[in-house]
């Protein structure tokens, strides 16, 4: 079982430029996360997508797009990079349906610097 | 959403108790989360406490949650140096994770 992959580990960008970034899932579980970390800031949650076929803003959305692809997997897209962007990315996904099922999982992050 | 608070940094000598402290401020929270960070690191999951608990004990690690002040505090027992992490404590908001903006234990020899 690899839980929650997450690629690139690592990426560097111009300002401008756009990238997707990757997070897979193999728990089958219902809800997927994209939080970004940020020194001093904690954990800010960008888009969440409660279901396949559904996805909704978060705390911090602008600047971001994301598709719910199918139950596995959930992609953060930047259509043109800002160096407000360089930040740790996480995803992280829960399996839903109860109370008993709120623990959220996370992937390994993506580090994202824009120049 | 709602507040979730912590101090920001602690330090301990090995060997020592560690207490790391939150607050949050969403009364109908049903579970409380402690995660942790190594450097370089994803969140993992430590434990976690359901409302109607008033402690739960894992290990070297104590959850005590005083639902009346919501106030939530995980206790490292014979603190490592291994345990020199960020320590997250989260609530649920209703359809994601609330995060406090993380506690830095520093463990010192």
């Known amino acids: 079982n690899a839980g929650v992959t997450q690629t690139p580990k690592f990426q560097v960008l111009k300002t401008g430029q756009s990238m997707t970034l990757q997070c897979a899932q193999d728990?089958?579980?219902?809800?997927m996360y994209w939080y970004r970390q940020d020194p001093g800031m904690g954990l800010r949650l960008i888009y969440y997508?409660?279901?396949?076929?559904?996805?909704d803003k978060g705390e911090v959305p602008n600047g971001y797009n994301v598709s719910r692809l199918n139950k596995r997997e959930f992609s953060l897209r930047l259509e043109s990079a800002a160096p407000s962007q360089t930040s740790v990315y996480f995803c992280?996904?829960?399996?839903?349906?109860?109370?008993?099922?709120?623990?959220?999982?996370f992937g390994p992050g993506t580090r994202l610097t824009v120049l | 959403g709602e507040d979730v608070e912590q101090s920001l940094f602690l330090s301990v000598r090995e060997g020592d108790s560690s207490v790391i402290n939150c607050t949050y401020t969403?009364?109908?929270?049903?579970?409380l989360y402690w995660y942790k960070q190594e450097p370089g690191a994803g969140l993992q999951l430590l434990t976690y406490?359901?409302?109607?608990?008033d402690m739960k004990q894992d290990q070297r690690l104590t959850v005590l949650l005083n639902k009346k002040d919501k106030h939530l505090s995980l206790r490292i027992a014979d603190t490592q140096t291994g345990d020199s992490a960020i320590y997250f404590c989260?609530?649920?908001?209703?359809?994601?994770?609330?995060f406090g903006k993380g506690t830095s234990l520093l463990v010192t020899p």
């Open positions: 997508s409660a279901s396949e076929g559904t996805t």
């Open positions: 406490i359901f409302s109607n608990m």
């Open positions: 728990m089958n579980h219902n809800s």
């Open positions: 989260a609530d649920y908001s209703g359809y994601a994770l609330n």
């Open positions: 992280a996904s829960r399996a839903g349906g109860g109370l008993a099922a709120n623990t959220q999982y």
């Open positions: 969403d009364s109908s929270s049903t579970y």
